[in-house]
């Protein structure tokens, strides 16, 4: 079953996500929407939300390029006080690090990394002059541990957004301004379902309450970290895994 917080919890915000084109990013996009925020979201491909157009802008954002976020700061700027930051734009992939190419380990970290720290750049210096904010960075039980072989990258970069998260606490706190990590688990998503089916079926069955996490789950989650009902949280790793990082194997009987 899936709860909500009360209609309104974000009412008057204004937000904006990254990787809002799809899987988590786009959930939250849409859960933020329905909870009262006004939203931009940014990706590099189209974005297209359950949600009334005059709700939200969709802007072309590669998060690896500094001058992109900062136009995508700017246009929720011209919206209103820029309240929420959600980084969830992220990519993964699997190489053997004796066979990794030097490109490739860049490329992720430029993305997962660097687009999340640059975008934090520019959403606080818009925050400090409104007196505060939230930010929510999107990391992984990948940063605790690994559900795969040669998810080297992919783990370094969410292990980074966990350090990045503690350590903005004491710049930003004076400023009003909280930051938290999501870490999910197994998500019904399209990094998960790019997998063989075995592959994902085998690691869903060690998950103890029996299923995968939906997006859905995850944009509670963010919503909850986003809004005052959080108003005393910052510094922390919100953990929403289903129990999978609190066993080392589920016991069938």
């Not at 080297?152 to 301004?177: C, D, F, M, P, W």
Request: aromatic fraction near 4%; charge should be negative.
């Amino acid at each position: 079953m899936t709860s909500t917080l009360s209609s309104g919890a974000l009412d008057g915000q204004v937000a904006v996500v990254t990787g809002a084109a799809s899987g988590i990013g786009k959930a939250i996009a849409e859960r933020f929407i329905a909870e009262g925020a006004a939203v931009v979201g940014g990706d590099i491909q189209e974005i297209k939300l359950a949600a009334p157009a005059d709700k939200y802008a969709g802007v072309r954002c590669d998060v690896t390029d500094e001058d992109d976020l900062r136009e995508l700061i700017t246009v929720a700027e011209s919206i209103g006080p820029l309240s929420i930051l959600v980084n969830s734009a992220g990519i993964s992939i699997k190489v053997p690090i004796d066979e990794m190419p030097a490109a490739e380990w860049r490329r992720l970290l430029a993305i997962n990394l660097d687009g999340s720290a640059f975008a934090i750049k520019h959403a606080v210096r818009a925050m400090k002059i409104h007196g505060g904010g939230s930010i929510v960075n999107i990391a992984s039980i990948a940063a605790f541990s690994t559900s795969s072989r040669y998810n080297n990258v992919y783990a370094a970069s969410k292990g980074a957004i966990v350090s990045l998260t503690r350590a903005l606490v004491y710049e930003l706190s004076a400023h009003g301004i909280r930051i938290n990590a999501l870490a999910p688990g197994l998500i019904d998503a399209p990094v998960l379902r790019s997998h063989p089916d075995d592959w994902v079926a085998a690691r869903v069955s060690r998950v103890p309450l029996g299923r995968m996490g939906t997006v859905e789950d995850m944009a509670n989650v963010a919503t909850f970290l986003a809004s005052d009902q959080a108003a005393y949280v910052t510094g922390q790793t919100i953990v929403a895994d289903g129990g999978l990082t609190s066993v080392i194997y589920l016991d069938p009987d």
